[in-house]
């Protein structure tokens, strides 16, 4: 999605953290590495020790800085950084209309990897929701990884999806879904890939509604997505679907292990947020064969 060039973004309330490059392997990311890092995707959960980086957790780090040269929408338009702290004005808006008693996660851009109360953030677990911390780590560089070695575009409206995801996982942390439906294992009908494709509601609702979200001069923040930047975002949703994901790797598809649901799924209930709204999104009362 497009920014509106005048719209006012500097107060967003994103700081960045970080400063140690995590290496994956010794070097460059094998297909294998990035299945991996492909299922950390949307987890909340670091899988960093499949790939070899070991040792024991370190202490969360806290604070940060504020992310420089975002104050305008043209900056967010410029610059993945400013694009991701921009856009949680707007999703926090939009969040806070919708939901009684919303309270606003902290949202951290890593640079390069930072230790949380649920691992280490970096580009090698991809984005991901502390829920302890109703925190959301995002290390921009990640969505160059997915660009280069998984022939995906992962364009403005991709990251934004992804980063309404997570917000969306802090939603339901916030209304009780995850103690309601707490994870039961994996498996295409299992709490975890109801929980996912929830989120991916979720963040179908607040695409169908951005460009409604209007900064303390009425500007709106975003424009209206186009067709293509829509194309993308689906896209992203088949990237990080579970079938696609073992089928890139080079092992079968093997639904009983699913965690996040297929491409198809993924893909479906992304849309089925953008025409019905949040009221659309009640993922758990749908049967396992309509999933």
């Known amino acids: ?104 996660p902290q949202l951290i851009i890593v640079d390069g990897s930072t230790s949380t109360q649920c691992g280490t953030a970096s580009n090698a677990t991809g984005p991901f929701y502390c829920p302890p911390e109703e925190t959301v780590y995002v290390d921009p560089t990640f969505f160059a990884l997915l660009r280069e ?14 980063l309404a995801h997570e917000y969306g996982h802090h939603v339901q942390n916030l209304i009780g879904v995850m103690d309601q439906h707490p994870n039961n294992g994996t498996g295409p009908a299992s709490n975890g890939v109801r929980t996912e494709l929830q989120a991916d509601c979720f963040a179908g609702a607040w695409v169908a509604d951005a460009e409604d979200q209007v ?52 893909q479906r209930w992304f849309d089925a947020g953008r025409a019905g709204g949040v009221n659309a999104c009640d993922t758990f009362s749908v049967p396992a064969d309509s999933l």
Request: aromatic share 6%; hydrophobic share 35%.
């Open 1 to 104: 999605m497009t920014f509106n060039d005048n719209a006012r973004v500097g107060g967003n309330s994103a700081k960045r953290r970080g400063g140690t490059v995590a290496a994956v392997g010794g070097g460059a990311v094998g297909l294998g590495a990035i299945a991996v890092l492909l299922i950390s995707l949307f987890t909340g959960t670091d899988l960093t020790g499949l790939l070899g980086e070991g040792g024991a957790p370190a202490e969360p780090q806290t604070g940060g800085e504020r992310i420089a040269n975002c104050e305008t929408g043209q900056d967010a338009n410029r610059n993945d950084d400013c694009r991701l702290a921009a856009a949680s004005l707007n999703i926090d808006q939009f969040w806070a209309q919708t939901v009684e008693g919303y309270r606003e």
């Open 149 to 162: 070695q998984f022939d995906t575009t992962a364009g403005p409206l991709a990251q934004l999806y992804v």
């Open 215 to 266: 900064d303390e001069n009425g500007t709106p923040y975003l424009e209206r997505p186009t067709s293509q930047q829509i194309t993308d975002a689906l896209a992203a949703a088949a990237s990080v679907g579970d079938d696609h994901i073992q089928a890139e790797s080079g092992g079968a598809v093997n639904p009983e292990s699913w965690t996040h649901g297929s491409s198809e799924q993924r």
